[in-house]
């Protein structure tokens, strides 16, 4: 099966602009769809299919794919946003996850 | 309001046989595309993907995992079951059960259950 690699840390600033990218070979046929999970809680789907944002999820949060490429950018990253962000997507077996990257608010 | 929550064992032997049920509510398992993934992550580690079931009874294994995995539905009681044979301690962690929404493009899964931790130890 194939393989989402992600950044295991990024580090934003307070209300500055972060970008968290997942790459593999599934992403050139699928879109990816991005969770957020905070310590000792179920992930919370935030971007899914092209750029699609479930109810409730703020609109600082996106998503973009190019090749085999996929980005959740946060635009104007607030404390609440630190949290763990994972990638899945399709892939020719079933279903594959991101490694996941720790998202830290300065 | 969709919900979906875990249920089994917290803590089962090395070698015995794991089942989890997920009942869901807030939809039906027969609604047309509808689906029910299981879903781990051992402590402190990442998401991993076993397995998922549709309304159609299509079913889809991790790859890795496909020898000891069955997925089934009883659409009835509204409940997805996992089993898993021949559990070791690595097979230690949380397990999600999640809803699916899909196309041809992407498979999301949300919501989530709160989680289950299975500890398998002697």
């Known amino acids: 099966s194939s393989e989402l690699t992600q950044d295991p840390a990024v580090s934003v600033a307070l209300g500055q602009t972060v970008r968290i990218t997942c790459q593999g070979d599934?992403?050139?046929?699928?879109?990816a769809s991005w969770y957020q999970q905070k310590p000792g809680q179920a992930p919370v789907l935030v971007i899914y299919g092209k750029n699609n944002r479930p109810s409730g999820i703020p609109d600082r949060f996106s998503g973009s794919s190019s090749g085999n490429t996929a980005s959740l950018t946060i635009t104007g990253a607030q404390a609440e946003d630190e949290a763990d962000y994972y990638c899945n997507s399709r892939d020719s077996s079933g279903v594959v996850f991101g490694g996941g990257t720790k998202l830290t608010v300065l | 309001q969709v919900t979906l929550k875990e249920s089994g064992p917290v803590l089962v032997k090395p070698t015995e046989t794991l089942t989890l049920t997920c009942t869901v509510s807030g939809f039906s398992l027969s609604n047309a595309r509808m689906g029910v993934s299981w879903i781990r992550q051992p402590p402190g580690k990442a998401l991993e993907w076993l397995a998922h079931?549709?309304?159609?009874?299509?079913?889809s294994y991790s790859t890795s995992l496909k020898s000891r995995l069955t997925i089934s539905k009883d659409t009835s009681k509204s409940q997805v079951v996992l089993t898993m044979t021949n559990m070791d301690p690595v097979d230690t962690a949380t397990y999600y059960c999640a809803r699916i929404g899909s196309s041809g493009w992407y498979l999301a899964f949300d919501p989530w259950g709160q989680g289950t931790l299975v500890t398998v130890s002697s």
């Open positions: 079931i549709f309304s159609n009874d299509e079913k």
């Open positions: 599934s992403l050139r046929s699928y879109y």
